[in-house]
């Protein structure tokens, strides 16, 4: 079937900006949307200013389910979205990243037997204490469109059993919100360093938020020591986020950071211009790492894996954990070396894309055909793996799941590869391996 209204489903800052260039392109190319907000950010400063400086539209339903536990923010978002689901009832829901709002739409779509596509799909960080990376497993398990930015994410899709017709390979769709706005970021970087009495590159700006840096006190005290160390000797900028100063109030950090320039949450523009402007970012937040990758920002990660390994491959960006010590003298030896981490740093939209993900997802919601698949396997219910020279022709149930170049190593481009990994009844891939 053709799609004719989709449901696209955000609830948080990263969702508002990288859903953007998805908008734009259904609003070009016609195409009949409802929009649900989740309200899983909720404080003005951290969405809907961004509703107005990115141009998306103002929701049709915001579920205002707030603050609270894992399991009651994302049971709130589903109660909601199940209501919403049942009035408008779309051919397709659509969500993007790794939050409960998107595990929520997830679960919720494929209960009510709803198509869901999943922008970003398949980043991993392989580490399953994250609560981020439940949320991703889970919604490319159950999606049917997986919208991989890039081709490690589509290899990590064939890998966990998602057949190669539902992965599609768009890039990012921070490259095609960068190419917008890079100029506006840069005037309100200007305007910001004004403000502050700082000059171009001469600061570091600092970004945390996640939960294993935020509530575990042992890694929050470390990474405010390392804050504190390195404001001593050069201009450290820290917009924090709410949760973030809750809990620096709560172990009695902030008097440690005296010296930090603390700001409120800023602007996307406003953030975006600071991060043009410094000289290096300090962060623990994904989308950073990918648009400091693009404008060519020397990174040091606060977290000990990324699920943007790309990043770190273009030569911007260095994990370098939460310790201390590590922390300084990462970041001096970062600021010393910085013209030359830039000079030999790749360009990243070699790796994130070239700015045209939001027009691929746009068309292809537009011009696919999805549905729930179900499976009539009376004749053969044993279906099992089996890796072939070339691929089988259609044999009803016969998928392929991967693909490997002739050294054996996973390709996403069909045109590379020389094997294939099926899945299929045992009975059809008997006859094409005899």
């Known amino acids: 079937m053709s799609i004719r209204s989709i449901m696209v489903v955000a609830g948080t800052r990263p969702e508002a900006i990288k859903l953007a260039p998805a908008f734009w392109w259904l ?14 950010h909720y404080d003005y400063e951290l969405s809907r200013v961004f509703f107005e400086q990115l141009k998306l539209p103002e929701p049709a339903v915001d579920l205002d389910v707030r ?50 596509a999943h922008v970003e799909a398949g980043l991993r960080s392989w580490d399953r204490t994250m609560p981020e990376e439940i949320n991703r ?36 769709t921070i490259v095609d919100v960068i190419h917008s706005y890079r100029d506006i970021a840069s005037e309100e970087g200007e305007k910001m360093l004004k403000e502050l009495g700082l000059q171009p590159h001469s600061y570091v700006l600092v970004t945390i938020h996640r939960q294993e840096n935020t509530d575990n006190p042992e890694r929050l ?43 409120k949450p800023l602007g996307y523009f406003q953030f975006l211009g600071l991060l043009r402007y410094a000289a290096i970012v300090l962060t623990d937040s994904g989308g950073v ?11 040091l990660t606060l977290r000990y894996n990324t ?20 922390i300084v003298t990462a ?41 729930v698949p179900t499976a009539d396997t009376r004749t053969d219910p044993y279906i099992t793996y089996a890796i072939l020279n070339a691929p089988t022709p259609n044999c009803g149930n016969c998928e392929i799941v991967a693909m490997y170049d002739e050294t054996g190593l996973a390709v996403e481009d069909v045109t590379k590869a020389k094997k294939y990994l099926i899945r299929g009844p045992l009975t059809e891939l008997l006859k094409w391996l005899r």
């Open 289 to 299: 790492q990918e648009e400091a990758c693009l404008l060519k920002i020397p990174t």
């Open 137 to 172: 497993i889970v919604a490319d398990a159950v999606a049917h469109l997986c919208f991989a930015p890039t081709a490690l994410a589509a290899v990590n899709l064939m890998h966990e059993g998602v057949p190669i017709s539902r992965i599609h390979i768009t890039g990012n």
């Open 331 to 371: 970041t001096f030896d970062a600021l010393e070396r910085r013209e030359e981490i830039i000079k030999h740093a790749k360009n990243c939209e070699e790796f994130l894309g070239r700015g045209d993900a939001g027009q691929k997802i746009a068309k292809t919601l537009a011009d696919a055909n999805v549905e």
């Open 67 to 116: 603050s609270g536990t894992h399991a009651e923010q994302s049971a709130k978002i589903m109660m909601g979205l199940e209501k919403a689901l049942d009035k408008y009832k779309p051919t397709v829901v659509v969500a993007q990243g790794d939050t409960n709002t998107v595990v929520a739409a997830a679960l919720t779509a494929a209960k009510k037997l709803v198509p869901f």
């Open 27 to 40: 609003e070009k190319l016609g195409v009949d949307y409802v929009f649900v907000w989740s309200g899983q």
């Open 221 to 263: 005290q470390s990474l405010v020591k390392a804050f504190a160390k390195i404001s001593r000797r050069v201009p450290v900028v820290f917009p924090a986020h709410p949760r973030t100063v809750n809990r620096l109030r709560g172990l009695d950090l902030l008097e440690s950071l005296k010296d930090v320039r603390m700001l």
């Open 307 to 326: 699920e943007r390994p790309e990043t770190v491959m273009a030569g911007i960006n260095r994990l370098v954990g939460t310790e201390e010590e590590r």
